[in-house]
């Protein structure tokens, strides 16, 4: 006589793993999650509240890691809550200027290895593209004369960049404000 005949045990990420319920017949599974997910929502009709939330909260009860990027002011918040509440708060490593995880994105350009490193021109168009990510976030845009405070901003960068250079020293902190 054999062993009865039972349901096969799931390896822990296997493809057909369930993470949640959508309904009787449709389940969510680790298969469907690394497909792709795409939430549409007029604003404030509860994408992040309803569905992010709860599609969040099964990657973190299913052990999953990632990086997470914050746009919005109160995103890291409701992060640290997702966490608190699945668990995983001695999972959570937070990047930031006040915190002890750092990047320090001048001295990687200067240092990294491979072609264009540590080059004036590299670095202004780098310095150029977070002053313009951080001009975004402040709403200042379309000023009068654009085009020459670009040019001059680019300038005093450039400056900066080689008597950075020049001086062969790390930078410790840096700050756009």
Known sequence: MGKAQSEPELEAWALSTPLLNF?????????????GILILGATGSGKSSGSG?????????????????????????LWER?????GRTKD???????????FNFIDHELNRAGSGAG???????????????????????GREG???????????CRNLVDLLI???????????T
């Not at 017949?25 to 680790?30: A, L, S």
């Not at 150029?128 to 709403?139: M, N």
């Not at 654009?146 to 005093?156: F, G, H, P, S, V």
Request: glycine share 8%.
């Open 23 to 35: 309904s009787a017949e449709d389940v969510f599974t680790i298969g469907r999650s690394v497909e």
């Open 146 to 156: 654009e085009e020459y405070w670009k040019r001059a901003n680019r300038q005093l």
């Open 92 to 102: 959570l490593i937070i990047f930031g200027p006040n915190q002890p995880y750092k």
């Open 119 to 141: 080059l004036t021109e590299n670095l202004i168009n780098l310095f150029s593209t977070v002053l313009e990510i951080a001009e975004r976030g402040q709403g200042n845009g």
């Open 53 to 77: 939330k709860t599609i969040a909260q099964s990657f973190l009860n299913a052990g999953y890691g990632g990086l997470v990027l914050c746009a919005k002011a109160d995103e890291r918040r």
């Open 82 to 86: 997702y966490c608190r509440a699945t």
């Open 166 to 176: 020049l001086a062969k020293e790390q930078l410790e902190r840096f700050s756009f």
